[in-house]
Structure formats: C-alpha cells, structure tokens
C-alpha cells in the first residue's frame, strides 16, 4: 500500500498498512447523546467518513466502528429538566443524528455500540486495573484510575505528568491520590435515577467517561487495532486515559495510529453557545444544500480548522457548480472500476494516499471539470464522477443542481447580463465573452437575439 497517515502518536507521517492484511479496524470517539448533533460534530462524522471511503475505495474491508455515549452527567441533567427517561431522551436524540448525518451522505459505521450495552465489560476492565494496582478505591466511593502507577503516561499529548498536571485547574482532589487521576466508577448518588446506576462489585455506581471507550473498542475490535480516531479537543485527556486504561490491562498498545481532525472556527472564531455562533446541523441545511455542505466541509484538509462562514459556503456552492456544469455538458460515461493508471486517477490517489489529501484531490477534480469543458469527453466525464464518488460528492442529478443554484441568483445573473451588454456596447467583446464563460462556468447559458439576452440553466 502506498497510504500514508499522520499519526498524533509519533507526530509524522507513517506508512500505513493493516495488522490483519486487507482488514481495517477503526474506532472513532462519537456522540455524547443529549442534544442535536452541530456542525463541529459533522466535521468529526464526515472526517472519518472520507478515511473510511478511502481505505475501502483502496481495496480495503473496514470494520468501523463510531461510539454512543448514552449515560453520562449531561444526559441524566438533560432527562430530569425535560421530565422524560434517560431512555426515552437517548433514544429521540440518536434517532436526530442518523437523520442529520444521513442527510448529509455520512455513512454508517459498521458497528455503532451504545456505552450502556457494555457496562459488564467496563466491569471487568477495572477490576483487572485492580488487580494490577492501577485502580484504588476512593474515599466518596468512586474507583479512581491512579496515573503515576501507568508507565508512559502522557505520550499521546507529549508531555509528562507533571507538566500535566501543572496545566490542570483542579483544585477539589474529590476522593483523588493526584489530581490526574480520573474516574473509573462513579458511586451513585441518592438524588439519581433508577435509570443512572448499576450494581457491581464496586457498590452501585455507573461508569466514567473513559473507561466507556476502552471497554467498547476492546469488545468490538479486540486488544489493539489499526486507527483510533476522535476530534483533536480528545487527545488529552479522553484518549491518554483510554491508552492508560486498555494499555494498563493488556499490556499491548491499544491503536497503531491515533487519528484526529482539526476543529470548527466560526468567522474566524471558536463556536461555542456562549458566543451565540453555534450551529446545529438542521440550521446549516436550512440554509444550504447538503451537498454544498458536505463539498465545504470535505475539501478542506481534515486536520486543518475549518471555518464556516456564509461566504465561505457560498464560495463551495459556487465551485461545485462548476464541477457540476461539467457534468452537464455530457452525459458521464459509465465507470465500473476506476483505472487508476490514467493520470488524472492517479494524480486524485496520489493525494488521497498523502494522509486523506481532500484539497489536493479536489484540485484534480477541476482540472478535470476543465478537460470535459473542452473535449466533451464523455469518459472523462465517467471519471470525474466516479472520483467525486470517493469522496461523497457530484452524484446527483446536474441539472436539478444547477437549477437549484441557479434560482438564487437571478438578481446577479441579470447584474452580469447588464455588464456583458455594456462591455458589448463599448466594442470590448474580449470581456463580453469572459462574462459569458464565468456563467457557462456556473451553468448559465445566455441566449441572445434582436430582443435582447436571456438566460437558461445549462442542457
Ligand atoms: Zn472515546
């Protein structure tokens, strides 16, 4: 294989090939199931998605498997102020996700395990981390996971424990030998729901966030697998302690590589709620068509931030418009297996292969938009198709598209007709024609005649 990925864990680019030959097996860190998924979400889901293609597209089978993390402090506040189960509010909330994410051409995971199925596993884990003195039992009744007894602690963030611990903020120890240590069973408390606790050999209680994810990659995947994945906010200290935890009982390292995509800036800014520039996913797609949405959010590099913005998303409309014009010029031949020696296929892989090159890729796909301008090629047409397919994009039907598009515009599209005429009447036809070719490059085709120019979405 010539794939190569970054890999936070040694901090380069690695050769990258399977443990199992010809098997893939990816765990990615998912929901925290209280509310509507946001666009950071969907940048995360979508990352994993592209990586997910692509190893399939390269000739790979993937066992993907993308968490649920339904019991949680948020969840049981959520439940209580809204007066309904944990259940009920679990159950409505990932029934909005599959819908959101499969609006957006997301696919499903392979296997999505829900935190609460696999509590007997979490169970099992900790009182192995007991045995092995890794794991002690707190004053308030908690088990506590004890950092300094784990070799290697830190090596994911690349620090060591006591520059840790110095970027803490955690003044309350609560029950804690060091203020690292984290939690890996919660003793209940009276004021929560039936719902919320599990009888165990530690006393009632329900698991820390944590050890959710060791236990669910551990039963899914088994001890160590190829690809970790999360957003880059959980590299410390979600993804450290899951290493402290599965590492701490197997004795084996618990993910080849460790995977993780840039954030969601917001005109330039961190989105949270308290600025009031947080987008739910339903938000963004009453604004956008989702495969601009999708187009925006897959041709930035997936460790780069992305920023959102109106004009950010306009300009993806308008550059998958183009690739779309394209396709509206002729119709693609059918492709039953790209061949990735022609050169614009390989030039697409070469940059898929350079650690899920998005940009570079898409770069391809409009050089290529460019040659079905000129040939008309109805092969190369097939081509682009099929390599937008690798990355979830220009399967749909051109015209309705460009329609789409083009119906919002009408007051520009009439500003460009009026400059035309007028670069017409002053004899310079060189820009005329560069006006003409910018709105063939959007879809637009303009009629003229003696009553004067009128326009219609590409044929
Ligand atoms: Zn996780």
Redesign the pocket.
């Given at each position: 294989m010539s794939l190569r990925i970054y890999n936070t864990l040694s901090r380069e680019l690695e050769n990258f090939s399977p443990l199992e030959p010809g098997h893939v097996r990816m765990?990615v860190?998912?929901m925290t199931i209280y509310d509507l998924c946001h666009i950071g979400h969907a940048r995360m889901m979508m990352a994993f998605d592209v990586v997910q293609r692509w190893l399939r597209a390269s000739g790979l089978r993937v066992t993907y498997v993308r968490?649920i993390?339904d019991i949680d402090d948020k969840i049981i506040k959520r439940a209580l102020e809204r007066g309904i189960t944990i259940r009920a509010l679990t159950d409505e909330m990932i029934a909005a996700m599959h819908t959101d994410i499969a609006a957006l051409g997301i696919e499903p995971p392979s296997i999505e395990p829900r935190a609460t199925e696999y509590v007997p596993q979490m169970l099992s884990l900790i009182g192995t981390l007991e045995g092995k003195g890794l794991a002690y039992r707190a004053s308030n009744g908690d088990v506590n996971y004890s950092v300094r007894k784990f070799d290697g602690y830190g090596k994911l963030s690349g620090k060591s424990i006591d520059e840790l611990r110095a970027g803490e903020r955690v003044a309350v120890l609560d029950g804690k030998e060091d203020p690292l240590d984290f939690v890996l069973w919660k003793a209940s408390k009276p004021e929560e729901p039936p719902e919320a606790k599990w009888d165990s050999p530690f006393g009632s209680g329900r698991p820390g966030?944590?050890i959710?994810?060791s236990a669910m990659?551990g039963a899914t995947l088994g001890e160590t697998f190829d690809i970790h994945g999360?957003g880059m906010d959980?590299q410390f200290p979600?993804?450290e302690n899951?290493i402290a935890q599965s590492e701490g009982a197997n004795g084996k390292p618990l993910a080849k590589f460790w995977v993780h995509n840039g954030f969601v800036r917001v005109d330039n800014e961190k989105m949270s709620k308290s600025l009031g520039n947080f987008f739910t996913i339903r938000e963004v797609l009453a604004k956008y068509d989702v495969e601009t949405v999708r187009f925006f959010i897959v041709r930035a590099h997936y460790r780069s931030a992305l920023n959102y913005s109106d004009a950010h998303l306009d300009d993806a409309r308008n550059a998958l418009k183009r690739l779309y014009t394209a396709l509206s010029l002729v119709a693609p031949a059918p492709v039953a297996a790209i061949d990735w020696a022609d050169p614009y296929a390989a030039r697409f892989k070469a940059a898929m292969d350079e650690d899920f090159g998005t940009p570079e890729a898409m770069a391809v796909l409009f050089e290529l938009a460019g040659e079905v301008n000129k040939t008309r090629s109805a092969e190369l047409a097939g081509l682009l198709k099929a390599l937008g397919g690798c990355l979830g994009v220009l399967q749909g039907d051109p015209q309705a598209f460009l329609q789409a598009g083009a119906g919002l515009d009408e007051a520009a599209i009439a500003e460009q007709i009026a400059a035309r005429a007028a670069a017409k009447a002053a004899k310079n036809f060189a820009e005329a024609d560069r006006i003409r070719q910018v709105l063939l490059s959007q879809g637009i085709v303009l009629k003229d005649s003696a009553a004067g120019t009128t326009w219609e979405a590409a044929q």
């Open positions: 765990y860190c998912g968490n993390t966030w944590h959710e994810c990659c999360g959980l979600h993804h899951e």
